[in-house]
């Protein structure tokens, strides 16, 4: 089975902390991406990656960078935390280009930021 | 721009009984694919159910159908036979077809509905 592991279930950090999320799969795929969750909205995409190094913007990027510099890990940083990105926050990953390829999420981690 | 709407935010079933989750969806692409995923309470997100738009034949997966009505761009989800396992956050969600060259393809996803399947 594919894995998508999140290095954190439970986060709490204060205002202006810098952040980092880690996510690691273990099936070599191409594509990985973040998503935030909120009740009532959804998923939503911050970033995602198509390849090592290589990133693109989701629909909500402000506030976020990403990193990719190695194939199976995909890390998502706050660069100074704000209590409104307090949120569930979603990894997954698919294999190659094809629509038929289904994405494999992660446990998700959640950040509180007081 | 795609978008995703999911007018049910919370639903009950017994359990044995038959359960229908709504999903609209707005897009301008021609061929696309609709997913239903599934969000127990441990959080891990599954896969349900998907649905290539080309193809007229409902997916079916089990106790899962989908009703697909292209013209009406709704996308809903049949659960026969509830059970207590599928207590879950349900997300419908799309993904074009089309891809521009040096990107992914991304899923945009509706609110969801929390559905609770009652003993």
């Known amino acids: 089975d594919v894995k998508v592991t999140q290095s954190s279930r439970y986060l709490v950090k204060r205002t202006g902390e810098k952040v980092f999320l880690e996510c690691v799969q273990d099936?070599?795929?191409?594509?990985m991406f973040w998503y935030r969750q909120d009740p009532g909205l959804g998923l939503r995409l911050i970033y995602f990656?198509?390849?090592?190094?290589?990133?693109e913007k989701g629909d909500i990027p402000e506030g976020y960078s990403v990193s990719r510099e190695k194939k199976e890990r995909f890390s998502l940083i706050l660069e100074s935390a704000s209590t409104n990105q307090t949120s569930m926050y979603l990894c997954?990953?698919?294999?190659?280009?094809?629509?038929?390829?289904?994405?494999?999420f992660g446990a998700g981690s959640r950040l509180t930021v007081l | 721009a795609q978008t995703v709407t999911q007018s049910q935010p919370e639903m009950s079933v017994q359990e044995a009984e038959t359960v229908t989750l709504s999903c609209t969806y707005d897009?301008?692409?021609?061929?696309?694919?609709l997913f239903w995923y599934k969000q127990p309470p441990s959080r891990q997100m599954i896969l349900v159910i998907r649905?290539?738009?080309?193809?007229?034949q409902n997916a079916t997966e089990n106790r899962f159908s989908v009703n697909f009505q292209k013209a009406a761009k709704s996308f809903s989800l049949k659960i026969s036979d509830s059970q207590l396992g599928d207590t879950a956050m349900y997300f419908c969600?799309?993904?074009?077809?089309?891809?521009?060259?040096?990107?992914?393809?991304?899923?945009?996803f509706g609110s969801g509905t929390q559905l609770t399947v009652l003993p």
């Open positions: 897009t301008s692409e021609n061929n696309y694919y």
């Open positions: 649905q290539e738009a080309y193809k007229q």
């Open positions: 099936m070599d795929h191409e594509n």
């Open positions: 990656s198509y390849d090592v190094k290589m990133k």
């Open positions: 969600a799309f993904m074009k077809h089309a891809l521009s060259s040096g990107s992914a393809r991304q899923l945009t």
């Open positions: 997954a990953s698919t294999l190659g280009s094809s629509g038929a390829n289904v994405l494999t």
